[in-house]
């Protein structure tokens, strides 16, 4: 069957798991195994995409002919749990993400293999300065600062305390609290802060997870923060897929997809969309 493709309509689901109903009738003739193989499981939005009629087969993909015969795949259970076992998750992000797991908004952490990318591009930067706005319980902050060198800084943008709390601690367990600055506080304060002090143009990456209506404001000071080949790093740009929907159109909905046009159509960086996690976006600085 390699080459053919079955293109099921995406449905929508808000509680998932599996049940007889939602499996749609074109693929009524394959075992249960095959069915449950080729339905995705993300929690919201719930597309159908097929091209193999095999049950070994661990993806699901698009239209093979309207993408010049490529085969676009997209995660499975399956293929994830593969995936997330070839990431090199440190130990202690692994405690710090056990730790999190209990708490309220635990899901607005980067998933282990988003993390490990943004460790990997602060390497190939070789950054010694950076940014991120929305910390939470530390994270993805806490993967720059292992990868930062010994003289590197991190400053944390953060409003929430208590999540701070959590982050502090780890930072300190991992050995890394001399190379994070906390800034407690709404970032937008902390970014006109650092530009009034005259950083403008001394930072190497930033790694944007914060407030979704406010990327735009984030994005322009950071661009004055950053330096010439410096690196932004935007997360949640596909939003759940709700971004290339158009019968969603809620406020941070609207306010992402607008957000990614603007970065498309400006000439002042470089981009890269990568559908890791929740969608994240690497923005070079010309
Ligand atoms: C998606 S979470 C960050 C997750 C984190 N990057 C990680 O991977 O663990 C977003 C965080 O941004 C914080 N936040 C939201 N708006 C903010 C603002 N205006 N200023 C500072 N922090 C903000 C929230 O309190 C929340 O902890």
Not at 123 to 147: D, F, P
Request: contains cysteine.
């Amino acid at each position: 069957m390699s080459g053919s493709c079955l293109f099921v309509q995406p449905i929508r689901a808000t509680t998932l798991p599996l049940s007889k109903h939602l499996i749609p009738k074109q693929l009524t003739r394959h075992s249960t195994t095959t069915k449950i193989n080729l339905i995705t499981s993300f929690s919201l939005y719930k597309p159908i995409y097929l091209t193999r009629c095999c049950s070994k087969d661990p993806f699901v993909a698009v239209d093979d002919n309207k993408y010049v015969n490529k085969q676009v795949i997209s995660l499975t259970p399956r293929l994830y749990d593969y995936v997330l076992s070839n990431v090199r998750e440190p130990q202690v992000l692994r405690e710090l993400r056990e730790e999190t797991a209990k708490l309220h908004g635990s899901k607005m952490q980067v998933s282990p293999d988003q993390a490990q990318l943004l460790a990997m591009l602060v390497q190939i930067l070789g950054a010694n300065r950076c940014l991120e706005i929305g910390v939470y319980t530390g994270y993805s902050s806490l993967a720059v600062a292992l990868a930062l060198p010994e003289s590197g800084r991190l400053v944390a943008c953060e409003r929430d305390d208590k999540a701070l709390e959590v982050a502090r601690r780890f930072y300190e367990r991992a050995g890394v609290l001399h190379k994070v600055v906390i800034k407690h506080g709404l970032a937008i304060d902390t970014l006109n802060s650092l530009l009034s002090n005259g950083e403008e143009g001394t930072y190497d990456f930033a790694f944007i997870d914060a407030e979704k209506n406010m990327y735009m404001e984030y994005f322009e000071l950071l661009l004055k923060l950053v330096r010439v080949g410096g690196v932004i790093v935007v997360d949640n740009v596909l939003w759940y897929g709700r971004v290339a929907d158009p019968l969603v159109n809620d406020s941070k909905t609207v306010s992402i997809r607008n957000f990614n046009r603007a970065v498309f159509e400006d000439e002042r960086v470089s981009i890269s969309l990568v559908p890791i996690g929740d969608g994240m976006t690497i923005c070079r600085k010309r």
